[in-house]
């Protein structure tokens, strides 16, 4: 049996409040509509998918579904009047006899693939499924704007979507519902005409709709600190023969990432201030992966460990210190990523840089430090966008406080069983340069 994923982007966002539809918004480089297919288009949980769009709109959507190639879209269907109209007509649209119908709204781009697979996974016992969370707030019935209840908090959830259905189910909820404008979603169909129970499926805080401008700000914020683990499924034996240049691989995280490819049977070639290669001068980048490239006549990752962590309050600091810890940790990376891409573009390969958990957040003592982290974790976002068309994909790790030199000499000893190991940060490293995964911040985390 088929799971289609239905995606409702013909919404005029009249609460929006903007001259464009909320869908066609952008945010974090990509817009809205972008963001909410290549969730299902990166799911293994859905065979094909299908979209409703503001008709008006018809030849952007087109353009942005070209531009990104998403091979599941199989139908855009021009949307009716009201949502009600929208919805029929995409449910009308599948010819199979039976499938498993997944609905989601395209304003919210914040869906996880875990939601995805529960609601199929659901769907496997129960005909109807919707998405849920608990409401943090008191809710209260009024009237004439005086309160008539207050229901137990307990028994309350606030609805999001996907809705799921059996293919056969919400079609005669629609054929009920013909001559009824009283409509408020799917599942409310299937509870007003009494066709059968919904199950509802946990969701996710994240999972936010944007409805008004202000919304636009919280899913920016969101893109800006949301990160993923590292790809564990993937198998290190794959980086046999790549050519990779590791700035900072003498020592700590670089190291242990130069010793582990090596391992493995990549080429790996090592660089940092001790081998002649300071990352803050532009001339030294290019320099040694020029000499990669003469020898190899290739090279597929770039890694960026290098990095200095120095604390103290900025009064105290001495600006030329201060200046130091800028251009190797943040110039370092403008320049080891500007360096790299000419030869990326060749092998549609990857660059990797490094944050750190401080990023998220300032600091007292650690201003320098965890704000060219967030100036790191900025640069990679948007290199993601601009090298897309490049074919190159960029990441940014993002390890738990870790057992490195560095470390030591800022901080002193420290129970070591409260540390990650070096080695594990590097396994992570590998398997995202051998991943699909781009424009990513990827935690590393003690025990995952």
Request: aromatic residues 8%.
């Amino acid at each position: 049996m088929k799971n289609y994923a239905i995606i409702l982007a013909s919404g005029k966002g009249k609460r929006y409040s903007s001259d464009i539809p909320k869908q066609f918004v952008k945010i974090a480089g990509k817009t809205v509509f972008e963001h909410t297919i290549d969730i299902f288009q990166k799911s293994k949980d859905i065979d094909e998918i299908i979209i409703v769009i503001t008709p008006e709109y018809r030849y952007f959507a087109e353009e942005l579904l070209l531009k990104n190639k998403f091979s599941k879209v199989v139908k855009l269907l021009n949307g009716g009047e009201t949502r009600k109209d929208s919805s029929c007509i995409r449910v009308s649209s599948i010819e199979d006899k039976e499938a498993n119908v997944i609905i989601h709204d395209c304003a919210r781009l914040f869906v996880t693939q875990r939601i995805i697979k529960d609601c199929v996974t659901a769907l496997e016992k129960y005909n109807a499924v919707d998405v849920a969370i608990p409401t943090a707030d008191t809710i209260i019935k009024v009237k004439d704007n005086i309160i008539e209840s207050i229901p137990e908090r307990k028994y309350l959830l606030r609805g999001q979507t996907p809705q799921c259905f059996k293919l056969s189910l919400i079609k005669k909820a629609h054929e009920l519902a013909k001559n009824d404008n009283n409509f408020t979603d799917d599942c409310g169909l299937i509870l007003k005409y009494c066709l059968d129970d919904v199950y509802v499926v946990e969701g996710n805080t994240e999972n936010i709709k944007i409805t008004y401008t202000s919304d636009i700000f919280m899913a920016d914020r969101l893109f800006q600190v949301r990160s993923t683990l590292f790809p564990k499924e993937k198998d290190l034996s794959e980086v046999k023969d790549k050519i990779i240049a590791v700035f900072g691989g003498t020592s700590g995280i670089g190291e242990s990432i130069v010793n582990m490819a090596k391992k493995y049977g990549a080429k790996v070639y090592p660089s940092s201030s001790r081998t002649g290669v300071d990352v803050t001068k532009y001339s030294d980048v290019k320099r040694f992966l020029k000499e990669i490239y003469d020898k190899e006549g290739k090279i597929d990752s770039v890694i960026n460990s290098a990095g200095v962590l120095k604390i103290g309050k900025l009064l105290d600091r001495d600006i030329d210190d201060i200046k130091n810890d800028i251009n190797i940790n943040y110039i370092g990376s403008i320049n080891t990523s500007k360096a790299s891409i000419p030869y990326l573009q060749e092998t549609k390969g990857s660059i990797l840089m490094f944050a750190s958990s401080s990023y998220t957040r300032g600091r007292a003592l650690y201003s320098t430090y965890s704000s060219t982290k967030a100036a790191i974790v900025n640069l990679v976002q948007a290199l993601s966008e601009e090298l897309i068309s490049d074919g190159i994909r960029i990441n940014v790790i993002n390890p738990e406080r870790t057992a490195t030199p560095m470390r030591y000499r800022a901080l002193g000893n420290e129970p070591e069983e409260s540390l990650l190991e070096a080695d594990k940060v590097a396994e992570a490293s590998i398997k995202t340069i051998l991943s699909n995964l781009t424009g990513q911040v990827v935690d590393v985390k003690k025990g995952e």
